[in-house]
């Protein structure tokens, strides 16, 4: 503690040829280097200049392994450490770490003498020769250097400086612009729909009330909406599949919302590495009785009597998945040595909460569900499907998703640039307040471009609304993933199978889960306002 080194050795290592091909590998493969020093990451701090003045400073967990240069290989084998600590307070003893800064550096150092392993560090001409790594008849020597430097951070304090927002009004920007996307649905809705829908209504109503008016003559010529109204609430194809994604998506909804809520209010720190991962997947496994239930009074709703099929799908389908590309992965990571790999003990812990925890919990919220009433519809469906009119082109299914999907994207498109970076290039992510606004207005927008598509859907005279407005809204979920292969191609540079594997395996499934729960909201939203309005007909 506190005592300054300068060309420290750590060890000399020899290189073999495998050795050569590993680094050469790592390399290329941009791996990084990762230290803890009393909790605290050892981070790289990069100064951003604007006409050669420095204007900010980032931080990035960890530093390069090494580089490469005209096809040679060098390898960072010099760290300088700086150091920060606090002075002890009245009443307390001993010195307080607040922050921790590692300088990599590619030297050819020399042996001082041929007894002990020691370095020699004062030439300039040493750190102005890299180390190169050579395939054979190699030795790297490996030594550091550590500056003690009083700060006044307090240690409550110390992590502030990692997790310092640069980018505040980039994030603000991009709320703001969300806002207004919101804003400018909601008066869609309120200038366009209600407003049609209220004139539409008491047309309607009107007419069948007038005993004494042509009223087969007046409803012969209204149009639109009203005239699917003994269709609307047919049950849709598939409607075991749907019923299982929506009661799966508000599962990962719950989780997420009370997640972020706890993030946001400041319950886990960073010093608890893998807290936060730990309690989504708890969260995710006590919320299958969510699952369940939501599932079973969707099914019971479409009058579905194979509702042991569907209670088995509610359980297995989307954590069964979620721990198939999760084994898969891990399965590859074993077989190249990785040290990303997840111990067995973790694996079995993992299918302990899915099949001892989770699984229960579905059957136990589908017993639940299906115990209760059936939720009723406001209008009777007819016995005979009415004829579809001849829709154009623009309003197919494939078409009016593509399109209801770039707004709720575009509200997470922001954010979900500094999360790629924070999962993929080792930056820090602690922006839990920035992310929780964006996730409820990611709610509006998914409930109002589904309201919005449905309706206009239900004018054309097409009543098959069911899986449309599911996957109006879930389709941002497939932008996700093609934003992902994008991010492939232009910010990072992977080399080897195992780790396009990793990558793509990662990001499908965080695009799949997307497209679950921004689908749900979808649904869920367009259903009450459909059973809204067609409660206000009064239908004979």
Request: proline share 3%; glycine share 8%.
């Amino acid at each position: 503690m506190k005592q300054d080194e300068q060309c420290r050795v750590v060890c000399r290592r020899s290189v073999s040829a495998v050795d050569y091909a590993r680094f050469a590998y790592m390399i290329d493969g941009q791996y990084s280097v990762n230290w803890l020093v009393d909790s605290l990451p050892a981070a790289t701090k990069h100064t951003h200049y604007d006409n050669d003045s420095p204007v900010s400073e980032s931080w990035f967990d960890g530093f390069p392994l090494g580089f490469k240069e005209d096809g040679r290989y060098f390898i960072n084998n010099h760290a300088s450490f700086t150091i920060k600590y606090h002075e002890p307070v009245e009443g307390h003893s001993g010195f307080r770490i607040v922050g921790v800064e590692v300088e990599p550096k590619s030297t050819s150092v020399k042996e001082a003498s041929s007894g002990a392993i020691t370095a020699q560090c004062d030439s300039k001409e040493v750190f102005n020769t890299p180390q190169e790594i050579v395939p054979t008849g190699s030795s790297i020597l490996f030594t550091y250097d550590i500056r003690w430097e009083k700060s006044d951070i307090a240690w409550a304090s110390r992590w502030d400086t990692y997790l310092k927002i640069k980018e505040n009004r980039i994030h603000w920007f991009s709320i703001v612009n969300s806002l207004l996307v919101v804003l400018l649905l909601t008066g869609v809705i309120a200038l366009v729909l209600i407003r049609t829908l209220h004139k539409d209504i008491a047309k309607y109503n009107s007419v069948i009330l007038d005993e004494e008016s042509s009223a087969l003559d007046d409803m012969s010529d209204e149009s639109g909406w009203k005239l699917v109204h003994g269709d609307v609430f047919r049950k849709p194809r598939h409607a075991k599949l749907l019923s299982v994604f929506v009661g799966s998506g508000i599962q990962i909804l719950c989780m997420v919302f009370v997640s972020l809520a706890l993030a946001a209010v400041g319950l886990f720190t960073p010093e608890k590495r893998g807290a936060y991962i730990q309690a989504m997947l708890l969260l995710f496994s006590f919320m299958g009785c969510i699952a369940g239930f939501v599932s079973a009074r969707i099914y019971k709703m479409f009058k579905g009597e194979d509702w042991r099929t569907t209670t088995l799908w509610a359980g297995f389908i989307v954590p069964g998945c979620a721990f198939g590309v999760f084994f898969t992965i891990n399965f590859l990571l074993w077989y190249v040595e990785s040290s990303a790999a997840v111990p067995f003990s973790a694996m079995a812990i993992i299918l302990i909460l899915w099949l001892g925890i989770s699984t229960p919990l579905v059957y136990l919220g589908a017993h639940r569900g299906y115990s209760k009433s059936a939720i009723e519809f406001p209008v009777r469906v007819h016995h005979i499907p009415r004829q579809i009119p001849r829709q154009p082109w623009y309003t197919k299914t494939l078409v009016t998703a593509m399109i209801g999907g770039i707004l709720p994207f575009g509200a997470v498109s922001t954010e979900l640039v500094f999360l790629m970076g924070s999962i993929w290039h080792h930056q820090f992510y602690y922006l839990f307040g920035f992310l929780f606004l964006v996730l409820l207005i990611l709610i509006v927008t998914c409930a109002e471009i589904s309201v919005a598509m449905t309706y206009f859907q239900l004018s054309s005279g097409d009543y098959r609304w069911w899986w449309r407005s599911f996957l109006t809204s879930a389709f941002s979920g497939v932008y996700v993933f093609l934003y992902s292969l994008v991010y492939l191609a232009t910010r990072l540079h992977i080399v080897g199978f195992v780790s396009i594997v990793l990558y793509l395996g990662y990001m499908a499934l965080a695009g799949f889960l997307f497209f679950l729960l921004t689908g749900s909201i979808g649904l869920l939203s367009s259903f009450v306002f459909v059973k809204a309005i067609y409660g206000s007909i009064k239908i004979d």
